[in-house]
């Protein structure tokens, strides 16, 4: 596809479930990232993949949050037991290099709603 | 943790004024970034400037960096309404430098 794709763009779960959140990158770009966003603030890092390889997951906030990227194109990230403190808009992105160095191409974010 | 913080944290104009925004950042860096949020949803790259640039321009965009304050500014001139959306400075971050780390960012507002 043209730009990142991301789904669904809203979920909403109870207290305690499991989700899994889906993320297709640009094609052709190595590196793959993970934010998560509440209201009022700036995106938060969660995880960056290069490749197949999770390069950084110093944001991941606890256990209860996982991402792969099997085959280093499309990521999931998975939330076990999610708590009403996880509700936010998660967002992944994606660039051809290190992100740090160039321009990262954001998709629409999925809207997490934990009740 | 959040390395940038942007000043002010609304700002209101009208449609014609300019627009700027500030950043200050914590650490040394290599470069500095600009996204724009529309709804808050998805962010749209605006400008990168490196450490070794002290000014850029992209269209109505000026951006400075002057890296012995650790701060950087955004400039938008004749602004129009549909400049209306929140903007963040982001930093690479980390031994890696592999990701960004974003501030809260400026919300403006354009009245027609």
């Known amino acids: 596809g043209a730009g990142v794709s991301q789904t669904p763009s809203n979920k909403v779960t109870e207290k305690g479930k499991y989700v899994e959140l889906r993320c297709d990158p640009i094609s052709g770009h190595t590196a793959l990232y993970w934010y998560r966003q509440s209201l009022g603030q700036g995106p938060e890092f969660l995880i960056y993949?290069?490749?197949?390889?999770?390069?950084?997951d110093s944001g991941l906030p606890n256990d209860r949050f996982f991402a792969v990227r099997p085959e280093g194109s499309v990521s999931t990230l998975k939330i076990q037991r999610t708590e009403r403190g996880d509700s936010a808009v998660y967002l992944c992105?994606?660039?051809?290099?290190?992100?740090?160095?160039?321009?990262?191409?954001f998709g629409q974010g999925t809207r997490l709603t934990v009740v | 943790s959040q390395q940038g913080e942007e000043d002010p944290q609304a700002l209101s104009i009208q449609e014609g004024e300019n627009a700027t925004m500030n950043c200050s950042y914590k650490?040394?860096?290599?470069?500095l970034q600009w996204y724009r949020q529309n709804s808050g949803r998805g962010l749209v790259h605006l400008i990168l400037i490196r450490s070794n640039e002290r000014e850029k321009h992209s269209g109505r965009l000026r951006v400075t960096l002057d890296t012995s304050k650790k701060s950087s500014s955004l400039l938008i001139t004749a602004s129009r309404a549909a400049d209306t959306a929140s903007y963040f400075c982001?930093?690479?971050?980390?031994?890696?430098?592999?990701?960004?780390?974003f501030g809260k960012g400026t919300k403006l507002s354009v009245k027609p």
């Open positions: 650490t040394s860096i290599n470069n």
């Open positions: 982001a930093t690479p971050h980390g031994g890696s430098q592999g990701n960004l780390i």
């Open positions: 993949f290069q490749g197949t390889g999770a390069a950084d």
């Open positions: 992105a994606s660039s051809s290099s290190r992100q740090g160095n160039t321009e990262a191409f």
